[in-house]
C-alpha cells in the first residue's frame, strides 16, 4: 500500500472559504453543574459558560471568536470539538448534528475537526518524543500503514517549518514557538477539514506569534482547512479572519465581516474592544481613536444580569436593557448585532431600534404597523449565517439582497 499524499485542495480558496458552511452551530449552549461542598453534594446552580451562541464557519474560511476573559470563548471550542458534550443545541457539520452522536458515533469526525491548544507547555507530553507526539494520530485512526508513520511524520515536521531529523527529540528541547509548530503538526496529521486554534499565540514572544500566525496562513491556504480562531483581542483575528464574532458573557454580541466590524460596529461592547486596538491609520494622520474604558469587571456566569448581560457595564443601559434579552439581528448582508441601541459610535439612537418587540413597554404602541415591524425584526433575528433579508437600522425596514 502506497501512502496517500496529504490532500491539498485544487483551486486557490475565495474570501472567506466557498461560502457554503463546513460548521453550523445553533444555540449551542454548555452549562457547567456548581455543586455544595460538603458529603452530600447537591447542584447550586449553574455556570452559564455558553448560552445560545449560532454562528457558521464556512469550508476553507475562517471565523474568529474574541471576547475577554471568561466569555466562553474557550468553552465554544471544546464543545465543538466534543471534548465537552453540549448541554443544549445543534452543531451541523457537513450537515450532521454531532451534539446528538454518541462518543463511539463521533470517532470519524474526530479526524476531521483538530484543536490547538493555547498553551503549548502544557499541551505536549514531555515524556513522548515528537514523532511519538505527531505519529500517535496517524497510528490511532490508521491513516497510513505502521512503516510509514514516520516518513508521514517527518513530512508533517517540514510542512510546520521544523527539522524533520528532529522527530526523536522531547518537547523540552524546543522553544515555545517550535512547541506550538508541533502541535500544529499533531493537528494536521489527521488531515481536518476544521481546526479550532484556542488563543494559539497568546502564550508566545510577541515576535514569535507572527511567525506562527503566517504558518497558520499558509496551512489554511495550501490544505483548504476552515478555522475557529479563539482569540481575546481584535488585533491577532483581524488579518486572519474575513469574520469575527465579539462574545460576551456567553453570548454573541456582534458577529460580522472584518469591514463592517472594525469599521462599522454596532454594539457598544465591541466598540469598547476596538477602542483597545492600535489603529496605524489613524497614527498615520497624527489621529487615535478615543479610548473607552469598560468599568468594572465582567459578572459571574452563574448569576448572569437579566436582559443584557452587557447592561452593567454600558454607557448606554437604559431599563429596557434589564428587561429584555435584545436579538440577534441581521443589519447588513454581513453583520447581525445584539444590542437595543445598535448604532455606530457616537451615532447610538435614542430610542430602542427593538421597541415594536415589546407593545408592552411604557409608551409603546400595539397596533397592526408595530405588529409587522415586530415581525420583520424577527424574521431577521433566527438563523446562523447570512440571510438574504437584513434591517435596516435607519428606516426600520427589510432591504434584500
Ligand atoms: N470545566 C469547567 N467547570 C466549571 N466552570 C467552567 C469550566 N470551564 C470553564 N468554566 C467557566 O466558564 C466560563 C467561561 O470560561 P471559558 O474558559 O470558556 O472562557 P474564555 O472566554 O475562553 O476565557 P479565557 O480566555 O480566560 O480562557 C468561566 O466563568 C469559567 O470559569
Known sequence: MTTPPIDRPALPLPENGTGEPLLEVRNLTKWFPVNSSGVIRRTIGQVQAVDGVSFTVPKGGALGLVGESGCGKSTTGRVITRLYDPTAGEMFFEGQDMAKLSKKQMLPLRREVQMIFQDPYSSLNPRHTVGTIVGVPLRVHKVVPDNKVLSRVQELLEVVGLNPEHYNRYPNEFSGG????????RALALQPKLLVADEPVSALDVSIQAQVVNLLQDVQREFGIAFLF??????????????????????????ADRESLYHRAMHPYTQALLSAVPDVKQAAIGGRRERIRLTGDVPSPVDPPSGCRFRTRCQLAQEICARHEPPLMQIGPRQKVACHFAGEIGHHPAQPVTAPLYPEEPGASASAQTQESADRIREVSSDPGWGPRWLDLGSGSVVER
Request: aromatic share 6%; hydrophobic share 50%; proline share 3%.
Open 230 to 255: 479563539i482569540a481575546h483581542d481584535l488585533s491577532i483575528v483581524r488579518h486572519f479572519c474575513p469574520e469575527v464574532a465579539v462574545m460576551y458573557l456567553g453570548k454573541i454580541v456582534e458577529i
Open 178 to 185: 517550535q512547541r506550538q509548530r508541533i502541535g500544529i503538526a
